[in-house]
């Protein structure tokens, strides 16, 4: 049995949904369909939940949000029409829309939330509705009544144990369960988002309840790529991956598979498999335990912009007893966190994720790290990415630091920091956000000479 999750270029229009529809069909085996909401359906058009926020954010401010949500009708209703469905599947689409829309603003994040998870909702109504359109036997499922729990963090929910068995009996029933992603319940059945793209998470932890033989992952590329190919022209397709693979990559920027989506499917050990909505014929990738087919040292390369560096020096660092803790303790204080820690003898650096560390963070975080642990020297450096090479043959290989590093040197690319995790299965190396492009092209030709 199969798990299907449909990402958001996916169920953008309704050719794209006839698409689905046929692919679901084509396979018995295709039991749990999990949708996103509909997403871009060309470059300069804007996503349906970003529509979605744009309307609770006027509303918040005061304003009917009306005009916003036209906008999202017309999303709907074009796909509706265009499918010859029932009117009345519209006619609820827009009665619960407009419902949402007049629930109660004083709890911000709990209206967002609700607002959000409309995406969803009424795209998996509209996709169970096309495939009963088109004969087959589906259902929408409810992820309040199917009980999918997760912690009330609103836009950053992450799931409770009881949902998987919970969710255990979701295939038993006889046709298609239709099941809306990125959201669920608190267990005080508010409704509470993921992660932005986390219908991917939504569809692992089906794929684990259900013990389904394969989580198919359905969006609009034929596979993985070793690297970035808007980057590497021509760049190699994969195979497999192993799940901590493709959790370093997904981390350093690989947008294909959301980084938080592996954790229920490695846990159940169910295998997922990367495929293409628009050429579903393509064998795609696949996430397993073990490879089976032998590769170089090198799996993926990644790199990902928006990091910074906070650079903290005091003489005999080493001897003090709970320095790192007590910086680390700023940080939790402020609510931030950290991604890393490379360190010398003398020295630490924190690296953050920009987005996190404002510019009123970065003063009272400076401050209080001058004030309280009496440094000599604190910095902080903007403007950083992420280089990084995976592959879990790397800890059997020797001297991949050394061709990384020759690369970067022949490529002139100045490396800021390198960090080796225990585990070996990735590299990370720090440079400046301008030459991130440049340090995937020189990884690239280095480890993968004869693809280029
Ligand atoms: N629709 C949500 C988003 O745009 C979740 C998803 O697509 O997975 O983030």
Redesign the pocket.
């Given at each position: 049995m199969k798990v299907a999750k449909f990402?958001?270029s996916s169920v953008a229009d309704a050719d794209q949904i006839r698409k689905v529809c046929a692919i679901i069909t084509s396979d018995p085996e295709r039991r749990v369909v999990v949708v996103?909401?509909p997403?871009r359906r060309h470059p300069k058009d804007t996503?349906?939940?970003?529509l979605l926020i744009a309307c609770a954010e006027a509303r918040i401010a005061g304003v009917s949000g009306r005009e916003e949500l036209d906008g999202v009708l017309a999303r709907y209703r074009e796909i509706a029409v265009a499918l010859e469905l029932d009117p009345e599947v519209m006619e609820n689409i827009e009665t619960d829309l407009r419902r949402r829309l007049d629930g109660p603003t004083d709890d911000r994040d709990r209206f967002l939330d609700t607002m959000k998870a409309a995406?969803?909702d009424n795209c998996a109504r509209l996709m169970a509705a096309a495939l009963r359109a088109g004969g087959a036997e589906a259902r929408y499922v409810s992820p309040k009544e199917a009980g999918l729990v997760l912690t009330e963090e609103h836009g950053n929910a992450r799931v409770l144990p009881e949902s998987y068995e919970n969710l255990a009996h979701l295939a038993d029933g006889e046709g298609i369960a239709v099941f809306p992603?990125?959201f669920g319940y608190s267990p005080e059945g508010r409704v509470v988002t993921l992660p932005?793209?986390?219908?991917?998470i939504t569809g692992s932890i089906l794929a684990a309840a259900v013990q389904a033989d394969v989580y198919e992952n359905f969006t609009d590329v034929d596979c993985v790529f070793v690297t970035n190919p808007g980057v590497v022209t021509g760049a190699r397709a994969l195979d497999e991956l192993t799940y901590r693979e493709m959790r370093e990559l997904s981390y350093a920027g690989f947008g294909v598979f959301?980084e938080e989506a592996l954790e229920a499917v490695f846990h159940a050990g169910v295998p997922v498999c990367i495929k293409n909505t628009n050429n579903p014929d393509a064998p795609g990738t696949r996430i397993v335990h073990e490879r089976s087919c032998p590769i170089g040292a090198v799996s993926g390369i990644a790199a990902d912009k928006g990091f910074c560096q906070i650079y903290v020096s005091k003489y005999l660092m080493n001897r003090e007893v709970g320095f790192g803790r007590r910086l680390l303790q700023i940080l939790e204080d402020e609510e931030i966190s950290y991604e890393h820690t490379p360190s010398g003898i003398d020295n630490i650096s924190v690296v953050l994720r920009e987005q996190e560390f404002t510019e009123a963070a970065e003063q009272k975080i400076i401050r209080r790290i001058r004030d309280e642990l009496e440094v000599d020297d604190v910095s902080v450096e903007r403007g950083l990415a992420l280089v990084m090479i995976v592959g879990e043959s790397m800890r059997r290989v020797v001297g991949t630091a050394a061709k990384a590093c020759q690369a970067f040197a022949d490529a002139g690319v100045n490396l800021e920091m390198i960090n080796q995790g225990a585990s070996e299965v990735s590299m990370m190396f720090g440079v400046k956000a301008d030459d991130a492009d440049e340090a995937v092209r020189a990884l690239y030709g280095e480890f993968f000479p004869s693809a280029e």
């Open positions: 990402g958001g996103s909401a997403g996503k349906v939940t970003d995406g969803e992603g990125f932005r793209g986390g219908s991917d959301h």
